[in-house]
C-alpha cells in the first residue's frame, strides 16, 4: 500500500483540525465525539488518532492554534505602529477576538479545564499576553512595572471576556465591556 505523501497527510491533518474546531466550537470537549469528527474530516478514526494521538491532544491543538489566531488579531490591529494606540487597538482586538467564534467556547469555556490551568496559561503568555507585554513596553510602561501589568491586565481583559462569552449577543454588554477595557487602560496609559 502506497504511503501517503507529506502533502495528503498535512492535508488529512488540516481537516481533522478543522473538524474538530467545529465540534469542539459547536458541543463542546465532553460532547464532541472522535467518531463525529472522523465523520465530518471524511477520514477514519484511524486516521484521527494517527495524526493526534488522543482527544485531549486533538484538544490541545485546537486550542493552541485558536491562541495563535486571537495572537494574530492583535498583530493585525496594531500594524500600524503607534504606541498609544496600539496597546489600546490590541486590547479591543484581543477582547472581540476571544469573545467570538470557536475561540469563546474552545479558550474560554473548556480550554482552562481540559488543558489545565498551566498549559492554559502557557498558551496565554506565547501568544495574546506576548503581544500585551509588548504593547505595554511601546506605550512606556515603567520597566519595573511591566511583568505586573502585564499580568493585572491579562487578568483583567481574560475576565471582561469570560463576562462578555456569558452575554454572546448581547450588543449592550459588548459595549459596557469595551468602555471598561477603555477605563482600565486609561489608569496604566492615559490617552494622548
Known amino acids: 500500500m502506497p504511503r501517503a505523501s507529506a502533502a495528503d497527510a498535512a492535508e488529512t491533518a488540516r481537516r481533522i483540525l ?10 463542546g470537549y465532553a460532547t464532541a465525539s472522535v467518531d463525529e469528527i472522523a465523520q465530518a474530516a471524511g477520514v477514519t478514526r484511524g486516521a484521527v488518532y494517527h495524526h493526534y494521538s488522543s482527544k485531549p491532544l486533538l484538544f490541545a ?11 494574530g488579531a492583535i498583530v493585525q490591529a496594531t500594524a500600524a505602529g503607534v ?18 467564534g470557536a475561540a ?4 474560554l469555556v473548556d480550554g482552562p479545564a481540559v488543558l489545565g490551568w498551566q498549559e492554559w496559561r502557557r498558551l496565554d503568555a506565547d501568544g495574546p499576553e506576548r503581544e500585551l507585554r509588548l504593547g505595554l513596553r511601546e506605550a512606556g510602561a515603567a520597566p519595573a512595572l511591566l511583568d505586573a501589568l502585564t499580568a493585572a491586565l491579562s487578568g483583567a ?6 463576562w462578555l462569552a456569558a452575554h454572546p449577543d448581547d450588543t449592550d454588554a459588548r459595549t459596557q465591556a469595551h468602555t471598561a477595557l477603555d477605563d482600565i487602560l486609561d489608569a496604566v496609559t492615559p490617552r494622548t
Open 157 to 162: 481583559m481574560n475576565e471582561l471576556a469570560l
Open 61 to 71: 491543538a485546537v486550542a493552541a492554534e485558536q491562541q495563535e489566531a486571537v495572537a
Open 104 to 107: 469563546s467556547r474552545i479558550l
Open 18 to 27: 478543522d473538524a474538530a474546531t467545529a465540534h469542539f466550537a459547536e458541543q
Open 83 to 100: 504606541p498609544d494606540a496600539a496597546l489600546r487597538d490590541g486590547s479591543h482586538a484581543f477582547l472581540d477576538a476571544i469573545t467570538r
